[in-house]
């Protein structure tokens, strides 16, 4: 046992016991985990980035809707103003209000 080189045994039992095959299994497993981590962000990044669009185009739906619906009371409330416009230079007083509208014109 006097010229037993060490080095050389472990050598042998590291190869023997299969530690770069581990070590290679390892450094892919390694590498499939990461590349699953980035995959799972991906995707969650991917669908927040499509949950926002979503909300930006119900957002500019509502808006549009809004104004269509504003223009749509502006221009009644001129026709309306208009009519009453040619009773009064008709003679002819507009009937009261109804219950819980303000009169602009005639306030009490």
Same mark, same amino acid.
């Given at each position: 046992?006097?010229?037993?080189?060490?080095?050389? &045994? *472990?050598?042998?039992?590291?190869? %023997?016991?299969?530690?770069?095959?581990?070590? $290679?299994?390892? =450094? @892919?497993?390694?590498?499939?985990?990461?590349?699953?981590?980035?995959?799972?962000?991906?995707?969650?990044?991917?669908? &927040? *980035?499509?949950?926002?669009?979503? %909300?930006?185009?119900?957002?500019?739906?509502? $808006?549009?809707? =809004? @104004?269509?619906?504003?223009?749509?009371?502006?221009?009644?409330?001129?026709?309306?103003?208009?009519?009453?416009?040619?009773?009064?230079?008709?003679?002819?007083?507009?009937?009261?209000?109804?219950?819980?509208?303000?009169?602009?014109?005639?306030?009490?």
């Amino acid at each position: 046992m006097e010229n037993v080189n060490f080095v050389t &045994i *472990i050598v042998a039992v590291l190869g %023997a016991g299969g530690l770069g095959a581990f070590a $290679r299994e390892i =450094a @892919d497993i390694v590498s499939k985990v990461r590349r699953g981590v980035s995959t799972r962000e991906t995707n969650r990044k991917n669908d &927040i *980035i499509g949950q926002r669009d979503a %909300a930006i185009k119900r957002a500019d739906d509502e $808006r549009d809707r =809004a @104004d269509d619906e504003r223009r749509r009371r502006i221009a009644w409330q001129e026709y309306a103003g208009l009519l009453a416009f040619r009773l009064r230079m008709a003679g002819i007083s507009p009937d009261a209000l109804p219950d819980g509208l303000e009169d602009t014109i005639n306030p009490t």
